[in-house]
C-alpha cells in the first residue's frame, strides 16, 4: 500500500516508527543519499527537494491515483490523518499535538542538524557555530524536558509529536548533551525506545547501515549543493 522512500536519518526513522506502530503495510525503497540516489530523476518526481523520506500511497483515503508525499511532517500528518492515530482526538488535543510537531520540523530538527554537521562533518572547526548549535540544542531539550514535567508524552497521549522529535533525540552524544540534565526528557526518551514499534523500526534501520559511506566519502554529495544542482 505504502512505498517508503528511506536512509537511515533522523527524518527517515520517523516514518518506519509512524508505520510500525499503526502496523500499516509498507514497502521500503532505499534511497542511498550518501551515493547521490536522492538526484536520481525518478525520486525527484517525488521529492523535488531531493530529501528523503518521501512516501508514494496507492491507496489513498479518496481514492484514484496514488499519491506522493514529501517532508517528514507532511508525512507524519498525512498518515495520521489517513488511519485516524496517533494525530488527537479532538481540537484542542490535535491542535497540541500540531504545534509540537511544526516545533520539532522548525527548531529541534534544524538545530540539532547544524549542530552534527559542524561538530561531525564541517572541515573547519568552527568554535563559534559549534558552542551557538550545541547550546541552542540544549535550550531546546530544555524546553522538551519543562514540557514534559507533568504529562507522560508530548500531547498528553503518544502522538506524531513524539515520533517527529524522539529520533533528533537519539544523538544526544553527538550533539554535546547528557540525558542527566533532563529528568522527564530521560524518562519519555526510555519509555519511547522500549516500545516495540520503536524497535522494530530501528531493527530496520541496521539492514541498510552497512551501506553508509564514511563522511569523507560522502560530504561532497550531501554538502556541496547549490542553485546550480537544482538547475542541473
Request: charged fraction near 20%; glycine fraction near 6%; hydrophobic fraction near 40%.
Amino acid at each position: 500500500m505504502i512505498d517508503l522512500y528511506y536512509w537511515t536519518t533522523p527524518n527517515g526513522h520517523k516514518i518506519t516508527m509512524f508505520l510500525e506502530e499503526v502496523e500499516l503495510p509498507y514497502t521500503i525503497v532505499p534511497i542511498n543519499i550518501g551515493k547521490g540516489d536522492q538526484f536520481q530523476p525518478e525520486f525527484l518526481k517525488i521529492s523535488p527537494n531531493n530529501r528523503i523520506p518521501a512516501i508514494v500511497d496507492h491507496k489513498p483515503m479518496e481514492g484514484g491515483e496514488a499519491i506522493s508525499v514529501f517532508e517528514s511532517g507532511a508525512i507524519l500528518l498525512y498518515l495520521a490523518e489517513k488511519t485516524g492515530k496517533l494525530i488527537g482526538e479532538d481540537l484542542r488535543s490535535r491542535v497540541e499535538v500540531l504545534q509540537w510537531l511544526f516545533w520539532q520540523m522548525a527548531g529541534l530538527g534544524p538545530m540539532a542538524g547544524q549542530n552534527h554537521h559542524f561538530n561531525q562533518y564541517a572541515p573547519e572547526k568552527i568554535p563559534y557555530a559549534i558552542e551557538r548549535y550545541v547550546k541552542e540544542t540544549g535550550r531546546l531539550y530544555a524546553v522538551l524536558n519543562q514540557r514534559l514535567s507533568d504529562r507522560e508524552f508530548i500531547g498528553g497521549s503518544y502522538s506524531i509529536a513524539d515520533i517527529a522529535a524522539y529520533p533528533w533525540i537519539v544523538p544526544y552524544d553527538c550533539q554535546g548533551q547528557n540525558l542527566q540534565d533532563f529528568p522527564h526528557l530521560k524518562r519519555w526518551f526510555k519509555t519511547i525506545r522500549e516500545r516495540p514499534a520503536t524497535i522494530r523500526a530501528y531493527e530496520k534501520a541496521e539492514t541498510f547501515k552497512s551501506q553508509n559511506l564514511s563522511v569523507e566519502e560522502s560530504q561532497s554529495v550531501l554538502f556541496n549543493q547549490s542553485a546550480s544542482t537544482v538547475r542541473g
